[in-house]
């Protein structure tokens, strides 16, 4: 951890740790538990481990209504995680549209290829309705360079958010939405199965 950077505790297991290393939660007007991925939210947060563990018990301990002085809205587990899954998973596809828009991005099995074999990807997002044998002929390229994977879209969806017809294999060049899509992955990956490599 950075020198000086805030600390809080986690509200399930107490934990104090570095912020960067927990997940905000914030009180919508409407007393709604809403997940602040940026940290930037304003009023009082309430901090949980980036694990599905702590969430679950923060939620079934009704530690949220604690935390936030009251009686709360949506602090249910069920409605949660698949709140933070969605927000995670919107995050990652919106640093993807950046990149595209910066021209950071290749597409297309062939020119992704090509990039892979100069070394020049940072990231990988294979579609997750591709033929194995695709899935499998990048997944390996991608190792072979130790680029992380990312699977949570479909063809569909990759390519809308390029603007695009459907889109199997998209490429993130060097740069530095690599490192701030990887972020985002890690955590998405700290909370949910599959979907990163
Ligand atoms: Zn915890």
Redesign the pocket.
């Known amino acids: 951890m950075k020198d000086g950077s805030p600390e809080r505790s986690?509200i399930?297991?107490?934990?104090v740790q570095g912020k960067e290393t927990l997940v905000r939660f914030v009180l919508a007007p409407d007393r709604t538990v809403v997940p602040d991925l940026q940290g930037k939210l304003p009023g009082r947060g309430a901090y949980?481990?980036q694990?599905m563990n702590?969430l679950r018990e923060a939620a079934a301990k009704r530690q949220f209504a604690r935390a936030f002085k009251g009686e709360v809205r949506g602090s249910g587990f069920d409605l949660l995680a698949p709140m933070l899954e969605h927000l995670m998973r919107e995050r990652i596809s919106g640093y993807l549209s950046l990149a595209n828009k910066a021209g950071k991005v290749v597409s297309g099995s062939d020119a992704v290829m090509d990039y892979l074999h100069r070394g020049t990807v940072g990231l990988l997002f294979i579609a997750s309705d591709c033929s194995d044998a695709t899935r499998q002929r990048f997944a390996s390229a991608a190792e072979r360079q130790a680029v992380a994977c990312c699977l949570l879209f479909d063809q569909h969806q990759l390519g809308s958010l390029l603007g695009k017809e459907q889109r199997g294999i998209v490429a993130v060049t060097d740069s530095g939405f690599v490192d701030s899509i990887r972020n985002e992955l890690n955590r998405y990956g700290n909370f949910f199965e599959g979907g990163v490599w």
Do not use: D, E, G, K
């Open positions: 986690c399930s297991c107490r934990r949980v481990c694990n702590c």
